[in-house]
Structure formats: C-alpha cells, structure tokens
C-alpha cells in the first residue's frame, strides 16, 4: 500500500474534506461550486477523469467532455454490472458515489493507472456527502436572495439581509476549518442575537443518551447560572424551545409572561418575547435554536423567522457534517480503544493476502463477562482499552490490530513464515494479558487471560474470511482445551467443527423427537444401607448412533443454549417419578419393609446457562407445583466453577431457589476452587466428594486425609457429605468409618432405568 493510501483513513482523509469543503463553501452559485467540486475531487483521489451528474444529466465534467460522458455505462458502474468505463478510446477504473437530496445525483471517478482502494471509496463517499451539505446550503442562500429579490415586504430589509450573508458566511468558514461544534455554536449564538436584535439567543440539542431531554448547549444573554439550571430538562417542561422539538415547527410567544408553558427561570429574568425553531440532523429534530426579548414585546414578522430558520439550518449542517466525519472515523477505527475496525482489519487483510503471506490472531478474553458485570460496564471499558494497549506493545510496526466488537480482537502478521513464526507474537500477548489490571481503586486488582487461534496463509492461497474462519477455529480449540492458552489452526479442526454443526442439528432434533431418557442412581446412606435418594443423569438415545452419554452433548447443549429446554425436561420427569415412588412408599397397603421407608429425594444437575435464566426459581416453582414433590426432596447440584463465576444474579436466583424449600449441592467438590469463602456466601446444603478422592482413599493417605478433611469441613457447616464413586468395600469402610453420610456408586448400583429403579425399590 502507498503511503498516500495509508494514510487516508487518518489526517489526510481530514485535510482533504477540509479542503474540498472549503473549495466548494467559497464559490458564490451553484454551477461554480460543482465545477470546483469536480475538479478538487479528481486531485483529492489522483483521478484522470470526473463528473457530476444531476437528475441523470452531467452538470460538470473534469478531463472530459460532457458530450463524451457514456451516461449508460456509469448506470451500468450503479448497478455494478461493471467497474470500468471507456471514454474517449480509454478505459477507466470508476468509482461512484451518490448524492442524496433534490435533485439527487452521483460524483463519478475514472483512472487509468490502477483501481481505486476500499479507502479512497470511501473518502469519495465523504466528498460526496460534504457536496450534498454544501450545496444544500447554497441552495438555502440563494431562496434567502431570491426570497428578497422577489418580495416587495422585504425591500427596506436588503441591508440587513446582506449583513445575514456575511454572517452566514463566517458560520459557513468556521464549518469549513472544522472548528469545534462548541465554536460553531458561540458563533451562531453572538452572530444571530446582534443580526436580529434581541437579548438572548441559546441553542438546545438533546442529550444524545436520552432523547427524551434537552440542554442548553451554547448562549448569549443568558447568565451562567440560569444556563447551569436548563440542563436535562423533559422536552415537555422546556418551554418554548422544548415545544418546537416536540412539535418540529417554528414556535412564537410575543407576551411570555402571560404564557401557559413559561419556565419561571426565564420569567424571573422578564423575558417578553421569544421564538423557537428546530435544528435538524439527517433530516431528524435534535435540538431548537431559541431568541427572545427582555422586559419589552416583539412581533416576530416574516424576515425575523426566516433568519432564524436560516441560521438553524447551518446549526443542522455543521452538526450533519460534524457526525459525518465522526462516522467516517468510526467506520475506520473502534471508537473505544482506537485500533482498527473489523472493516479496515478485513479491507488491509485482502491487499496482503493478494500480495504475500501473512497470519492471523484472533483473540477472545477468557472471563471478561465476570468482569463486566461484577465491576460494572465502565470497568470493563478500562479492561478493553488496557487490553488494546498491551495487545499494540506487543507487535511490530508493520502489524495490524483491531476490535472486532465486544471482547475480541485480531491481529494481522504481514511477511510471516508459517503459523511457528507467529506464534512467539502470539505467546508475548498471552503472558501481557495475564498480568493484573488496576480497574478500580477500590477493588484491587483484577485478573484475566485469552485464548488465542493463529492461522496462516500464503500469497492468494486463501480468502479474508476464509482465513478468519481458521483463526477463530483455533481459538476455539484453544477455549475448548482449557483456555488461556495458543492454538495454531489445522485442517482436522474443520472436520470436527462440521462434526459439531452436524450434532447440533441432530440435538436440535432430538428435543422435539423426545429422544432423551433417564437413569437414576440410588443414593445410599452408608451406616444403613438404607436408598435415601437418587441422581437424575441423561441419556440421548440417537436412532443412528445409539446412547450417547451427557459428557458427549451436554457441552455442546450449554454453547447453543439448548440446556435450558432440555434441563426443564429433566427437571420435570425427575421431579414427577420420584413423587410417584414417594406416593407408593408411603401407601399404607404397601409391604410393610417399604411403607416404613422415608420419602426420596431426587437430585439434578442445574448448569451455568440455566441459572443465566431470570424465570428458573418460577420454572422450578410450578413443576414442583405441577409434579407434587415436595420442595426439600429435590436437591439441586452446582459445580464449584458456577461458585467462582458467579454475577450477582447468580447469587439472587439460589437464594430464591432456597426459598422456595429446595436444597442445593455443590458437586465434584474439592476439585476446582474450593472455598471456605463460597461454603459461606452461598445457600449451599450439601458438598459431594469427588470420585477421584474415593478412588484413592483406601491406598492413599494423602487422599484419605483429603476426604476426611472434606467431611469434617462439611459437618463443622452443618452439611450433608455425599461420597461418589464408590465401586468396592474397602472404600464404603473407610468412608462410613470416617462418618461420610451418604454415598453413591457402582458399589451399590449403576444408574438404572426406572423400570428398573421400581423393581429396587418395590421387589416382588
């Protein structure tokens, strides 16, 4: 890329509009200042040939003649049925871009020498834009004239006419230097409360994050202090000025005191008379210019609300022309964190890959969501901007960085090797993100890491998306694979990653089919031999490949969301066959050995996506309504993760779940973080041992020792302790001897059907 064309995005892309709005706000007509605007646009973009084309005639030409102009060939270029034009024997790369408004027309480029880049495109989309605007306010000015030329009323009132041209001239310049809105505002203010003699003068834009409010932005002959107190006021209490933002019309009060909408802060300050019209943007209200008189009347004739409206519509063009810029920039660079957008990043990716090699970084945050909304939106904007930071520290001058929105973000690695040769970068990122971040004074410092794919292509082997789809392949494996860690893309990843969109399809099946079935697991205690309870596990039972246990679909069901329709499932038929099994125990004519049996209960697996769901502690409500289980029979299980990345919410919805009369587990406990902290802050009932520790508790003593702490710990809190895994007599020993309450596994009884399950529990 030339440095002419990197550089467009940037200070350039600004100093040509710059130019090109002053070229055009400096010609005196119409025809004058397309001219000059086909011309500055041909240098602006190193163009052999320009034309402006109004209402499908050509008005002005540069490097060629209007009659020469192939008016069905730039119709062809619209539609973009072609991308070049022959004029004159010569064939031209075109560029077009429209122009809105009445009449509306296209600013057309041609160049011989080579095709114009997506920058350039989209500076001449800006030229085209600041024409519209500029001719829009030639147009205002010349109704001004020919609005005074032809009223005989408006005679006597040529010299303060022409005194409004020099006026708007001066707003006109102070918009072409690209002065700040601020700036433009004062000028207008002073400039319209001198020209119409009145004694105040103020402009009132809404607060662009409420629209339903207003405040008063610039003034003159308004003391500091008033102006402090009309800040975010309701439209409806803003008085004259407020009523025509509401209405989008011209407002007139000649006797203020007398009027119903007064604001007492201005009437304190006996003003008579006022008048109001709104200031557009895009052809949208957005504020109101406002003057008015103090302790005398004024009838606001004709030329008095035409300048008005005449210096409301410069207040709507700069601030048009203000966001257009602001969008421009935008469309280039991330406006939080200043690196380039996903548009730039994929435009700079197609150049290179059609001229060398290069790889990719796609970078995802791993727990930015905990951080987001444990410390707030704020907070984790710092995170963004800090992260973009050290993400740059880490690259060489040639690299490319860019947010592609939320908490993801890519690098482009021109004139790499192969994916080895990235993955250095791509490793100095991963330990610069694992170090703290100070986000808040008060809240210490906060930690997190990334998962970063790395892909690589050579010259015109693959596509921008194409290889952006293998990078995030890779980061992908690299969330899957723990996290916090570099994945380099290989092909197999496209193989498993259609394996998945396949099983998604087939799960997605199978929760309308009704394909899922349950196995129960009796829940022993260990003293009595006595079945106290039951785990609720899942089965999918695929009509091609046959039972696919959950470690193999529930991951799967979380990532898409499919969890919450098929954990409701669960949750219901678990909840309504453990009731029928309470019912039967408790039949007075059941044999005596069953009758004198306490109720089950039934514990179910709740996951983090589940508990995402504001509606669950209802969900939960009605089926145990719906069900008839009594709420202290079901137990719901948590994993100790779901305990460290928790929001507040998450905290609320168990508490609620708590309420209700449920118990809560936390399962495979002492395997993640466990947490004296996370015993304490949650409404936590029972802790479940994990197997690996009942595996080892006979032949290891440090896991023995682990195990009997785990159970001394649960009954200090006054917990229930669930041993799982138990598979011979020696483990179920040393777990009963070291007072274990409650323990499940293949020693007892594998998870069973529930037919199976019934002839347990009512044998014949």
Excluded at 306 to 323: C, I, P, Q
Excluded at 697 to 705: I, N, Q, R, Y
Aim: a negative charge.
């Amino acid at each position: 890329m030339t440095a002419r064309a990197a550089d467009l995005p940037g200070v350039l892309a600004t100093q040509q509009l710059t130019e090109f709005l002053s070229v055009v706000a400096d010609r005196p007509g119409g025809p004058a200042a397309q001219h000059a605007a086909v011309e500055c646009a041909a240098r602006a973009l190193d163009a052999d040939i320009a034309m402006l084309m109004m209402d499908d005639g050509v008005v002005a030409a540069y490097g060629v003649t209007v009659e020469d102009v192939p008016a069905y060939a730039i119709s062809e270029v619209v539609a973009g049925r072609r991308s070049a034009l022959e004029v004159g024997g010569r064939r031209y790369a075109a560029a077009v871009a429209t122009i809105d408004g009445d009449p509306a027309g296209l600013l057309v480029l041609g160049r011989e020498s080579a095709p114009f880049t997506a920058e350039e495109i989209c500076l001449l989309r800006g030229l085209a834009r600041v024409l519209e605007l500029s001719l829009r306010a030639l147009q205002t000015t010349e109704s001004e004239r020919r609005y005074a030329r032809e009223n005989d009323r408006l005679l006597d009132f040529l010299n303060q006419r022409q005194r409004l041209f020099e006026h708007l001239t001066e707003v006109q310049r102070a918009i072409a230097r690209r002065a700040p809105l601020d700036q433009i505002f004062d000028t207008v203010t002073v400039s319209l409360r001198g020209l119409l003699d009145v004694d105040m003068c103020c402009l009132n834009l809404l607060d662009r994050d409420d629209p339903s409010r207003a405040s008063m932005t610039a003034f003159a002959g308004v003391r500091a202090e008033t102006a402090m107190r009309l800040q975010h006021l309701p439209l409806p209490t803003a008085g004259v000025s407020g009523l025509a933002i509401l209405g989008d019309e011209l407002m007139m009060v000649t006797d203020y005191a007398a009027s119903p909408i007064a604001m007492p802060s201005m009437s304190a300050h006996r003003l008579a008379s006022v008048m109001a019209t709104p200031v557009h943007e895009n052809g949208v209200v957005v504020g109101s210019l406002t003057v008015g008189t103090y302790g005398r009347t004024r009838e606001w004739d004709k030329p008095a609300q035409e300048v008005l409206k005449a210096y409301a519509e410069h207040v709507s063009l700069a601030l048009t022309d203000a966001r257009t810029l602001e969008a421009m920039n935008q469309a280039f660079h991330d406006s939080l964190t200043g690196l380039a957008s996903r548009a730039l990043f994929l435009t700079r990716m197609e150049e290179q890959l059609a001229a060398g090699s290069l790889a990719v970084l796609f970078v995802d945050l791993d727990r930015f969501k905990v951080i987001n909304d444990s410390l707030g939106h704020a907070a984790g904007d710092r995170l963004l901007v800090e992260v973009a930071d050290r993400i740059r520290a880490c690259l060489r001058d040639q690299d490319t960085a860019a947010r592609l929105g939320g908490d993801e973000f890519a690098v482009l690695l021109p004139g790499i090797g192969g994916a080895e040769e990235a993955k250095p970068i791509a490793d100095r990122i991963l330990q610069a993100l694992r170090e703290p971040f100070q986000l808040q004074p008060a809240a210490g410092e906060s930690y997190i890491s990334s998962s970063i794919g790395v892909a690589f292509s050579g010259a015109a082997e693959h596509g921008a998306q194409e290889l952006m789809v293998h990078a995030d392949l890779a980061m992908y494996q690299a969330k899957k694979q723990g996290k916090d860690r570099v994945e380099l893309f290989a092909p197999e990843m496209e193989e498993v990653f259609q394996a998945t969109i396949a099983m998604e399809t087939d799960l997605r099946r199978a929760v309308v089919r009704h394909e899922f079935e349950l196995r129960y697991q009796p829940i022993v205690h260990l003293r009595t031999r006595e079945i106290t309870g039951v785990e609720a596990l899942i089965r999918w039972r695929h009509p091609e490949v046959g039972v696919i246990p959950p470690l193999d679909f529930i991951p799967l069901a979380e990532e898409t969301g499919m969890i919450v329709p098929i954990g409701e499932w669960v949750l219901r038929e678990a909840c309504a066959r453990v009731a029928e099994w309470n019912e039967r125990r408790s039949d007075p004519s059941a044999t005596p050995r069953t009758a004198t049996r306490g109720p089950l209960s039934v514990s179910v697996n709740i996951s983090a996506v589940q508990l995402e769901q504001a509606d669950l502690p209802d969900m939960v409500r009605a089926i145990l309504d719906e069900t008839g289980l009594p709420p202290y029979s079901l137990v719901l299980e948590l994993t100790e993760s779901l305990m460290v990345d928790h929001r507040p919410e998450t905290l609320h919805r168990l508490e609620a779940l708590k309420a209700l009369g449920c118990r809560l587990a936390i399962d495979d406990f002492g395997t993640g973080y466990s947490s004296l902290a996370y015993l304490r802050q949650f409404p936590v009932d029972i802790i479940k041992i994990d197997k690996s520790f009942v595996d080892d508790v006979v032949d290891e003593p440090t896991a023995a020792a682990l195990t009997l702490g785990i159970i001394q710990l649960g009954q200090a809190l006054q917990l229930s302790t669930i041993a799982e895994g138990i598979e011979h007599a020696g483990q179920l020993s040393s777990l009963a001897g070291g007072n274990c309450e409650l323990g499940q596994g293949y020693f007892f009884a594998e998870p069973l059907t529930g037919a199976a399950l019934n002839e347990l529990l009512f044998p014949a």
